[in-house]
């Protein structure tokens, strides 16, 4: 997928002027979004993207931050905005996931996306529903008239998931840490969605043999300190028929979908 793009890329000095180019806005130093910020640049260099990396002390104000963004959407040469999430709890991140013009919203977390995509219509989709959707058909998986169960109901991946599944004709329940009975919910699952962010949260008897399992959880292992999903990959394994590891499932895929977005985003208005 990357070197395809890379290839669609590399045309674009040629056809456009100038190659795609992408603003990631970094606040604070939380290890997580430190490394997955780093993915980003990573990827970019691969594609040929342009990536400018800002980071900014976690004491900036939530002024200072809108007016960055102001910047970057004024800029006819940024093509692609995304402020990495969490934001430190005095910033409101709906004030600054709006402030983003929905034209350069890479993440499909504008409120405007946010609304088409839940009207069918066209938008720029989020990068890791739109990552799990490409892995299902990569691995196969017929998505209509499938049990799908998503454990999470966050903005980020658990609701758009969810429509996502939907609009592929699944039978979709959407669980998460206060359902009742959870195992007996997910057990039901032909395909299992997990994003609660919680080490090990399910187990081998909440799967069913057979299960697609798709794994979104970036935790650390409380044992050993490495990274892990929300998965208990090791006794999962053997009874599923399709399962995602942590590291090098969802994220790279997700990481891929970002620099499709940015391409999108930049063709808009030029093809
Ligand atoms: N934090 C965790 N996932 C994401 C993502 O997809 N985009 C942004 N901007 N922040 C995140």
């Known amino acids: 997928m990357k070197a395809a793009m890379a290839a669609e890329v590399a045309e674009f000095p040629a056809k456009y002027g100038r190659v795609p180019h992408l603003a990631v806005i970094l606040v ?47 800029d006819d040469e940024v093509d692609g905005i995304l ?42 989709l989020p990068c890791t529903p739109k990552g799990i959707i490409r892995m299902l058909e990569r691995a196969g998986v017929d998505i209509a008239g499938r049990e799908a169960v998503v454990i999470g109901r966050s903005n980020i991946v658990g609701l758009p998931v969810s429509k996502l599944l939907l609009d ?14 959870l195992a007996e919910v997910t057990r039901r699952a032909e395909i299992l969605v997990v994003a ?3 080490p090990k949260f399910v187990t081998a008897d909440m799967v069913s043999d057979g299960a697609v399992v798709i794994d979104v959880g970036v935790n650390r292992d409380p044992e050993t300190g490495k ?16 399962i995602t590891p942590v590291p090098g499932g969802v994220g790279p895929m997700t990481i891929a979908c970002l620099m499709e977005n940015t391409i999108e985003c930049f063709l808009r208005g030029r093809e």
């Open 28 to 74: 604070g130093d939380n290890p997580a979004s430190v490394s997955y910020v780093t993915g980003k640049a990573k990827a970019s260099a691969e594609v040929g993207i342009r990536n400018t990396t800002i980071r900014r002390e976690a004491s900036i104000t939530e002024e200072e931050l809108l007016a960055l963004i102001a910047e970057l959407n004024a």
């Open 227 to 242: 990274l892990c999903g929300d998965v208990d990959y090791a006794a999962i394994e053997p009874k599923a028929s399709v």
């Open 196 to 198: 609660i962010g919680r």
């Open 168 to 181: 592929r004709n699944a039978t979709v329940t959407v669980a998460h840490s206060r359902t009742k009975n």
């Open 83 to 124: 402020v990495q999430l969490p934001l430190p709890a005095h910033i409101r991140e709906e004030r600054v996931i709006a402030a983003i013009d929905v034209r350069k919203d890479v993440d499909g977390f504008h409120p405007a996306n946010v609304a088409a995509l839940w009207q069918k219509q066209p938008c720029t």
